[in-house]
T-cell receptor, first 113, second 112 residues
Framework: KNQVEQSPQSLIILEGKNCTLQ??????????LRWYKQDTGRGPVSLTI?????NTKSNGRYTATLDADTKQSSLHITASQLSDSASYIC????????????FGTGTRLKVLA | NAGVTQTPKFRVLKTGQSMTLLCAQD?????MYWYRQDPGMGLRLIHY???????AKGEVPDGYNVSRLKKQNFLLGLESAAPSQTSVYFC???????????FGPGTRLLVL
């Protein structure tokens, strides 16, 4: 069964610190992997997208990595800010099957001053 | 551009009542989706549409119906609401040839 698992479930860090969020998936074959940021009470917003042939993609202080061999992705946040407090969702797009977008349960990040 | 908008933002229903959630997008996107988001679970696809006049079932379609009479609107209907349908509902759209889905702000539904 296609699954996407994220860890940790929640994370608290101090402003200015770095952190790394993990995404493990069993979706195969897949065409791309995306990270979304979801602020409380809002819809998800895309941060990065990587195809199976890419292994890193940056968007400002956000850097995503992908290891298609081990089926792992990570999202690294550098010099965190209070506005980074949100849920981060990993989504894998399968190339076959009916439900092509497989969503992870997300990591809830809280950045404290 | 307003992007993707959802109406209403919040609603309380009694078991057995019906209602319609409206999703509207002004980006001329072909694809539209309805998801539900529950605690501890990833977003799950309810129904989707690949174009005006077409709809298809997603992962959890039971108890819901949809219609896409106009390209910019995607309606989600609950004919007889059940407490298990208490959730946050998100609509999303994307253009053909692009993978990014653009989400609305969500509708919080409570069924008593």
């Amino acid at each position: 069964k296609n699954q996407v698992e994220q860890s940790p479930q929640s994370l608290i860090i101090l402003e200015g610190k770095n952190c790394t969020l993990q995404c493990n998936y069993t979706v195969s074959p897949f065409s791309n992997l995306r990270w979304y940021k979801q602020d409380t009470g809002r819809g998800p917003v895309s941060l990065t997208i990587m195809t199976f042939s890419e292994n890193t993609k940056s968007n400002g202080r956000y850097t995503a990595t992908l290891d298609a061999d081990t089926k792992q992705s990570s999202l690294h946040i550098t010099a965190s800010q209070l506005s980074d407090s949100a849920s981060y969702i990993c989504v894998v797009r399968a190339t076959s099957g009916t439900y092509k977008y497989i969503f992870g349960t997300g990591t809830r990040l809280k950045v404290l001053a | 551009n307003a992007g993707v908008t959802q109406t209403p933002k919040f609603r309380v229903l009694k078991t057995g009542q019906s209602m319609t959630l409206l999703c509207a997008q002004d980006m001329n996107h072909e694809y539209m989706y309805w998801y539900r988001q529950d605690p501890g679970m990833g977003l799950r696809l309810i129904h989707y549409s690949v174009g005006e006049g077409t709809t298809a079932k997603g992962e959890v379609p039971d108890g819901y119906n949809v219609s896409r009479l106009k390209k910019q609107n995607f309606l989600l209907g609950l004919e007889s609401a059940a407490p298990s349908q208490t959730s946050v509902y998100f609509c999303a759209s994307r253009p053909s040839g692009e993978e990014t889905q653009y989400f609305g702000p969500g509708t919080r539904l409570l069924v008593l």
